[in-house]
Nanobody
Framework: QVQLVESGGGLVQTGGSLRLSCAAS????????MNWYRQAPGKQRELVVG???????NFADSVKGRFTISRDNAKNTMYLQMNSLKPEDTAVYYC???????????????WGQGTQVTVSS
């Protein structure tokens, strides 16, 4: 069974930085994609950044130039570095991994529990 646990959220002032972590437990032998999503109150969940096979990334226009995604394979951890934060970045942030626990199984869609990021003006 795969579990994702986010951490690193909190309260920060406008212009500040936070780094979110997403630690994966369990065994994923084949990662199809890794993504960070966020959901603000009253809004739909939106993709913040995705990284696909081959390492290609897709950032939401609203975070380009401010957020970066990285991973530490040895620690089975994915990171979201968020700089120059704005009040409109306030949301619950979720990590998402699409991958296979065995090569002969279909890819599963795994989600963390979310971590709150609040940016004060």
């Amino acid at each position: 069974q795969v579990q994702l646990v986010e951490s690193g959220g909190g309260l920060v002032q406008t212009g500040g930085s936070l780094r979110l972590s997403c630690a994966a437990s369990g065994s994923i032998v084949n990662i199809v994609a890794m993504n960070w999503y966020r959901q603000a109150p009253g809004k739909q969940r939106e993709l913040v950044v995705g990284i696909g096979v081959g390492g290609s990334t897709n950032f939401a226009d609203s975070v380009k130039g401010r957020f970066t995604i990285s991973r530490d394979n040895a620690k089975n951890t994915m990171y979201l570095q968020m700089n120059s934060l704005k009040p409109e970045d306030t949301a619950v942030y979720y990590c998402n991994v699409i991958g296979r626990t065995a090569y002969n199984k279909p890819a599963g869609d795994y989600w963390g529990q979310g971590t709150q990021v609040t940016v004060s003006s």
